[in-house]
C-alpha cells in the first residue's frame, strides 16, 4: 500500500439545495457539518429527494483519490451488517480501492453523511456516525498498516466515542512498523472540540505530516497570522500543510516554507476538496516528490472534484494529470 487511510466509514448521499434557507428547512445548518442521531437523518432523508449515493467518508474519498491517481490507496473503518454495507465494499472496490471492513457488534446500521450542495458550490453536512462509530484498533492492525509507506487519519475520528484510543493505537502501530502518519484536522469544529488532544498528538512526535485549512490551524494554534500558524505547527511536525482555497496552499518543511497556485477549476461543489488534496499531495509524496509539487498535484486532485456534485473523482486522475506534474524537480 501507498497509503492506509483510517476514517469514519459513511454512505454518502449528496443533493442540491437552491439555497441556505431551504438547507435550514432540511434540519441542517449551513457551510458546517453537524452530527445528529438516526432519527434527524431520517428526516432529512425524507425532506427533499434526488439524493445521490456513494461510499464515502473522508479517508474513503482521500484513498479513491490515490486510487484514482493510480496508487494503491486502502481504506479501514466499520460498517453495519445490513445490504448496504456490502454494497459500500463493493463501491469502493470498483473504485480500486483496499478494503478492510469491521462489522460493528452493536448491530447499527451504516453511517450516513446527508450533503446539500447550493448554487454557490457550499456544502453542509448532517452526519450519523452510526457503525462507524465502533472503529477498533485490532481492525486497523488487521489491514496492514506495516505494509503501508503512509497511515492517514482524518481528525473526525476523535468525535468518536472511542476515537482517541483508535488513534492513539494506529499512531503505536505505524511507530513500531516505520509507517509515517498524517493527521487531517478535518474541520474548525473537530479543532474546537479536541484541541488539547490534537495538540498533544502532535507535540508527542508521532505525526509526521498534518493537513488543515487556515481556520483549523489559526483555531489549533492561536496564531494571529497564516505564517505564524503554518511556522507553529511546523515546529510540531516534519511537515505542515496549509490549505487557502482559491488561493492554493502552504507548506512548511522545518524553517523553509512555500506557496502554491489552486489549480484553475469552476467551482461547483467543494464537498471532498480536502480530501482529494490530500490524496494528491500523499500520492506525489509516496512517489518521491518533493514538497512544493506534492502539493501541486493536491491542487490538481482538488479542483477536479469541485467541478461536479460529489467527493470523488469523476474522471481518471492519472489520465487527465499533466505529465510535467510527474516529473521530479532537479
Known amino acids: 500500500m ?7 466509514a459513511l454512505i454518502d448521499r449528496l443533493a442540491w439545495a437552491p439555497d441556505a434557507d431551504a438547507v435550514r428547512r432540511a434540519g441542517m445548518e449551513p457551510g458546517v457539518m453537524t452530527l445528529i442521531d438516526g432519527e434527524r437523518a431520517a428526516a432529512i432523508e425524507a425532506s427533499m429527494e434526488g439524493w445521490h449515493e456513494v461510499a464515502g467518508g473522508c479517508a474513503a474519498n482521500t484513498a479513491s483519490g490515490i486510487a484514482s491517481l493510480g496508487g494503491r490507496g486502502a481504506f479501514v473503518g466499520s460498517i453495519g451488517d445490513e445490504a448496504s454495507s456490502r454494497w459500500y465494499a463493493d463501491d469502493l472496490a470498483a473504485q480500486g480501492v483496499q478494503c478492510t471492513l469491521s462489522i460493528a457488534p452493536s448491530g447499527q446500521a451504516t453511517g450516513t453523511c446527508h450533503v446539500l450542495v447550493t448554487a454557490d458550490g457550499q456544502r453542509s453536512m448532517a452526519t450519523h456516525l452510526g457503525a462507524a462509530s465502533e472503529l477498533e484498533p485490532e481492525t486497523v492492525q488487521a489491514a496492514g498498516i506495516g505494509a503501508a509507506r503512509v497511515a492517514y487519519l482524518e481528525g473526525y475520528l476523535l468525535d468518536v466515542p472511542a476515537g482517541a484510543r483508535t488513534v492513539e493505537s494506529t ?11 498524517s493527521l487531517s ?48 505547527l511546523a515546529s510540531l511536525v516534519p511537515v505542515a500543510v496549509m490549505t487557502l482555497g482559491a488561493e492554493g496552499a502552504a507548506v512548511a518543511v522545518g524553517h523553509e516554507t512555500a506557496n502554491v497556485p489552486a489549480y484553475p ?11 482529494l488534496f ?5 500520492y506525489g509524496l509516496t512517489h518521491g516528490l518533493p514538497p512544493e509539487q506534492a502539493l501541486q498535484m493536491g491542487a490538481f486532485a482538488a479542483s477536479e472534484v469541485i467541478g461536479h456534485l460529489g467527493a470523488r473523482p469523476a474522471v481518471s486522475l492519472r489520465d487527465a494529470l499533466p505529465a510535467s506534474y510527474l516529473q521530479p524537480a532537479h
Do not use: Y
Not at 171 to 181: C, I, K, M, N, P
Not at 278 to 282: D, E, M, P, R
Open 185 to 232: 484536522l478535518s474541520d474548525p469544529f473537530v479543532v474546537c472540540r479536541h484541541r488539547q488532544v490534537i495538540a498533544d498528538l502532535l507535540s508527542s512526535g508521532s505525526v509526521d505530516l498534518v493537513f488543515g485549512n487556515e481556520t483549523e490551524m489559526l483555531e489549533l494554534t492561536g496564531a494571529a497570522s497564516r505564517p505564524d500558524g503554518l511556522t507553529e
Open 265 to 275: 477549476a469552476e467551482r461547483v461543489d467543494t464537498t471532498g476538496a480536502g480530501d
Open 171 to 181: 499512531l503505536d502501530l505505524a511507530r513500531a512498523a516505520g509507517t509515517l502518519v
Open 2 to 8: 501507498d497509503v492506509l487511510c483510517v476514517g469514519n
Open 278 to 282: 490530500a490524496a494528491g499531495c500523499l
